[in-house]
């Protein structure tokens, strides 16, 4: 068995699903019964515990490149300070990839957060928890959030 030093591209390699194309809803989408988001892109891969797993994936939109993750804000969103993270490696990965936008799309709640990526390097906290490759963290007030239950607080505008 050799020991892999970079990512895999776009393939699974473990499981019934080797050697083909990686395609689906994201991690553990069997947890999240609210809209499954097919996902499309390239696949971005970072190392866990558990060997080289996808992170997420990078799209175009209106002609700009943005990386798209999926996450349940229990698990995933930092307490102190509050903040969404990612690995140095996927940081650097992603901008070598001309990726201008990093999207968050809470599945536990809904919202959708975006920043640029050039503020993970102008604002960004680093951050080493244990168990964990030396991340980048941006709080939450450095995001733009889109929350679809803003509008049930306020009322629906045009109702």
Do not use: N
Request: aromatic fraction near 8%; charged fraction near 25%; glycine fraction near 10%.
């Amino acid at each position: 068995m050799s020991t892999r030093t970079e990512a895999p591209r776009c393939h699974a390699f473990q499981g019934p699903a080797a050697g083909r194309q990686v395609q689906g809803f994201g991690p553990r989408s069997s947890f999240y019964p609210q809209r499954r988001e097919r996902t499309s892109g390239e696949l971005v891969f970072a190392r866990t515990a558990k060997g080289w797993l996808p992170v997420g994936h990078i799209v175009e939109r209106d002609g700009v490149r943005l990386f798209r993750k999926q996450v349940d804000s229990r698990r995933h969103r930092l307490h102190s300070p509050p903040a969404y993270a990612l690995e140095e490696g996927t940081l650097a990965e992603l901008a070598a990839a001309r990726v201008q936008v990093i999207e968050v799309r809470e599945m536990d709640t809904g919202r959708v957060l975006r920043a640029p990526l050039r503020a993970f390097a102008e604002q960004g906290l680093p951050v080493r928890r244990g168990g964990f490759e030396a991340q980048v963290a941006l709080p939450l007030a450095r995001w733009q959030v889109d929350d679809p239950r803003q509008g049930v607080l306020f009322g629906e505008v045009g109702a």
